[in-house]
């Protein structure tokens, strides 16, 4: 099942490659290891502020969880999945910036580019700033030991920017999104699996082009929160 999160006017816009099985299960994103590291030593905040959805709006380039290789490791996601949905959601969310982990994530959206030479370059995507960061997962271990000026010098420079822009959340603990007439509304981005009925006038109707994906019937819509 595609594991998304966050709302339509979420400051951080982060992609990564794929959910694990751990995040397949419990329906969190980056609920394991990886994200442990990510939240607590690269971002250095709080679980609270990195599942605010007007924080960070969390996706991959495949919304589901790939399934095991029969060679070892996960498989490749496939690319439907982020033509189908993940275009439209670059459309959809107002964020002011993007991050992107893992060297398929990056190679997405900067085809032919190495993965180190991305990470120690700051980058425009979509008009707005963009981040590349190695995936934080433990199995990594070998990029974090040839790259050691990851750690000392360029996280704490994007780290700087993340907490520079979450700065009104770490003072009022909340954010707002305004309409063009300047009223507060709170948009979640949610999904919502049918086999029947009609969308309403709020729904965009899409369907999943993506053989491995078992939701065949999907929408992408806004809906309002109390």
Partial sequence: HPVVFGTAGA??????????????????????ASGKRLRSKWYQISDDMFYHPDNFYIVSIAHCYPGKHPGGGDRRPPVCCAETWLS???????????????????????????????VFQSLTLR???AF?????????IRWFQE???FADQRMPEIRKTIHALLKQDIYSGQTKMKNT????????????????????????PLICLSASCTCKFQQLYFQPVP
């Fill in 181 to 204: 007439d300047g009223r507060r509304k709170y948009m979640y981005i949610k999904r919502r699996f049918t086999t029947t009925g009609r969308p309403s006038m709020h729904h965009i």
């Fill in 11 to 32: 400051k951080i816009m982060q992609i990564s490659q794929a959910p694990s099985r751990t995040v397949h299960q419990t329906g969190k994103p980056f609920n394991d």
């Fill in 88 to 118: 439209q959601e670059l459309e959809l969310v107002q964020n002011e910036l993007y991050i992107l982990i893992g060297g398929y994530a990056a190679s997405y959206f900067f085809p032919g580019r190495q993965l180190t030479e991305l």
């Fill in 132 to 140: 590349v960061l190695p995936h934080p997962s433990p199995l990594n």
């Fill in 127 to 129: 008009g707005k700033p």
């Fill in 147 to 149: 790259n050691p000026e």
